[in-house]
């Protein structure tokens, strides 16, 4: 069970010309997928960015490529909450088709200033989404 999911179908636009999936293109996916899960939380990147000047770039990323996936084939990507730090949030993701794993991804977000471009603590209102939905997820995962 996952808190979040979102489904995409993958385009000709997204592949190779095998017509299987490109991976910078699965990471352009993946940057969508997160804009998906802020505006699911309740912190839309176009509050946080244009309004809050918060930024949330990625400062690690890790990726295990399980099956390919070719134009056409409807994924599911289901991001889970692993950790909140201060001024972390740290992204566990798995995306699926009809036929089970196709990759996954760890994925470790920073909160930014706009300003300045320096780390700064999660303002206490995304602190709190954060950790509500670490907290349900957690309780998801313990009954699986």
């Known amino acids: 069970m996952t808190l979040f999911s979102f489904d995409r179908q993958l385009r000709f ?9 490109y991976f910078p293109s699965y990471l352009n996916i993946l940057n969508g997928v997160v804009e998906e899960f802020w ?3 309740g912190f839309p990147w176009s509050e946080l960015i244009a309004v809050r000047k918060i930024g949330t770039p990625t400062v690690h990323l890790t990726c295990d490529f399980s099956r390919p996936s070719r134009f056409g084939d409807h994924l599911t990507f289901a991001p889970r909450i692993g950790k909140v730090g201060r001024a972390s949030l740290h992204l566990a993701h798995v995306v699926s088709g009809a036929d089970g794993v196709r990759w996954r991804a760890r994925q470790i977000l920073a909160a930014t ?4 471009h320096h780390a700064i603590p999660w303002p206490d209102d995304v602190r709190a989404a954060l950790l509500a939905h670490l907290r349900v997820d957690e309780e998801a995962e313990a009954t699986l």
Do not use: E, F, K, N
């Not at 200033?113 to 300045?116: A, I, R």
């Open 39 to 41: 505006a699911a939380i």
């Open 13 to 21: 636009g997204d592949c190779d010309p095998s017509g299987i999936a």
């Open 113 to 116: 200033s706009l300003v300045d």
